[in-house]
C-alpha cells in the first residue's frame, strides 16, 4: 500500500492482491495459500477492506483471519492467543498485538503458519 488518502474498497481478494506491490503481492499470495491448505474450507470475506478468510462457516465476521499489506511488509493476523501460543518460534519476527509482520523478501515461515491457521480454527470451535 504505502499510498496516500482514503484505503480503496475491493470487491474480492484478488483485486486486493493485485492492487499491491510485487513483493506484497508474492507475500500475500503464499499467505492465502497457506491458509487454504491449513483449512481448505476456509472462505474469503470482505472485511475492513481487505482479504479476511472465515475458518468456520457462519461464525461471526470479526472471528476470522486477515493479511494486509504495507509499504515494507506484509502483517498476518490471527489473533492475539495464536501470537501468544507461537511466540517461542516467532521471536525472530516482528509481532504487534494479534500480528506478525512478515518483511518484503524474507522465505515464509510455512509450517508455522499452518500450524497457526489450524490453532486458530480450534480456538474458534471451542468458543
Do not use: C, W
Not at 503481492?25 to 487454504?36: G, M, N, V
Not at 518460534?89 to 522465505?107: A, I
Not at 509450517?111 to 470451535?125: A, G, P, Q
Amino acid at each position: 500500500m504505502g499510498k496516500k488518502g482514503a484505503m480503496p474498497s475491493y470487491k474480492t481478494v484478488d483485486d486486493y492482491i493485485n492492487n499491491q506491490n510485487e513483493e506484497a503481492r508474492i507475500i500475500l499470495t503464499e499467505l492465502r495459500r497457506l491458509i487454504k491448505e491449513a483449512v481448505p474450507e476456509a472462505r474469503e470475506i470482505p472485511n475492513y477492506k481487505v482479504p479476511s478468510f472465515t475458518l468456520i462457516p457462519e461464525t461471526k465476521p470479526k472471528q476470522q483471519l486477515m493479511i494486509v499489506a504495507y509499504a515494507k511488509y506484509v502483517s498476518f493476523y490471527p489473533y492475539q492467543r495464536a501470537v501468544e501460543h507461537f511466540s517461542d518460534e516467532l521471536k525472530n519476527y516482528e509481532l504487534g498485538k494479534g500480528t506478525v509482520k512478515f518483511q518484503f523478501n524474507k522465505p515464509l515461515p510455512k509450517d508455522l503458519i499452518k500450524r497457526m491457521v489450524v490453532f486458530r480454527k480450534n480456538e474458534l470451535s471451542n468458543m
